[in-house]
């Protein structure tokens, strides 16, 4: 397949094929949907000679002409072809679009940071410092602190938003909420798979909400707000929670705490699913942890509760004691 796309390029673009390779593109050919391909393909060259190459040219004009040209479903298929082959992309770009048209084509006006497996430290042109947390992904214009200061996340996130009077700081999150400051510290979590948005303020004041659909509301330092997905506002603040941030501090305190919600929150810092026997909903816990181990954090919880553990690669799996199981 990667083969067949540089013959038909080469063909394309007026360069002599070998026989062996005209015979290939012919059989190619032979077949009804290669054969609309390869048409396109023709078309997209002959565009590229249309194409202004001044100083100034006009790029939506030229790229409304490019979709005019090939209906969606032809591009579609194009790429599912196409997809096979990189390097393959890459020439027939090149040489179907120019030099120019590939300058246009890839001149980003974004800048795209995304963590992966690791947390990503970020400084914005600004100053304002993001710690992007683990598969999460930050969106920033080339012309952040210019026009604005706007960036879109997916994911979650810690700001130090440098304070600047003239531009708020805005983060767009899903379906038109956002997070609109001047200068703060605040914990913004937005997974697309989530019913409920939160944010959490260490300083300053946020407005959160959408815009389009209500009044943002006001959130200061020390709460945390909800945001209901489904009812499209935000539903309640409550107190402050220092361990939303345990993903960067890599420290928990518990303070009389839900023994459910001190499981969940000690398999995010340790990575690993953390199992309690069942029954388990009424104990609460109060203790703190400081960048433990799966070891550590076992050993410290088994103790308290009086549970025995077991680790695997994935799991820490909690059980009663043989002497404290019910007979």
Known sequence: MEEIFD????????????QAEELALGNWLCVAENHE????LQKVWLLTGKL????NPDVDAEWESFKNLIPDKKIKQLNKKLVYSFSSI??????????????????????HYFSGNQIQYIQLQDNTKVYLNKNSQLTVSKKYNIDDR?????????????????IPFIVNIFGGVQAKVLGTQFNLKAVGSSKEFSLNVFSGKVLFGNPVTEEPTLVIKGQQANYDVLKNRVSDI????????SWKTKNLHFD???ITEVASLLGELIGKKVIIPDNSNQIRYSGSFDDPTAQQAAEVLGLAIGWEYKITHSSVIFSLKKENTPK
Do not use: H, M
């Open 7 to 18: 013959i038909a390029t080469r063909k394309i673009t007026g360069k002599s094929l070998s």
């Open 37 to 40: 391909i390869y048409d396109e």
């Open 52 to 55: 202004s190459f001044d100083l």
């Open 90 to 111: 890459a020439a027939s770009i090149i040489l179907l679009l120019g030099i120019w048209g590939v300058s246009q084509l890839f001149a980003d006006k974004e800048i």
């Open 150 to 166: 706007n960036v879109t996340l997916t994911g979650e996130a810690l700001f130090e938003v440098t304070e600047n009077e003239n």
């Open 238 to 245: 409550t107190e402050f929670n220092p361990n939303v941030v």
């Open 256 to 258: 009389n705490a839900p």
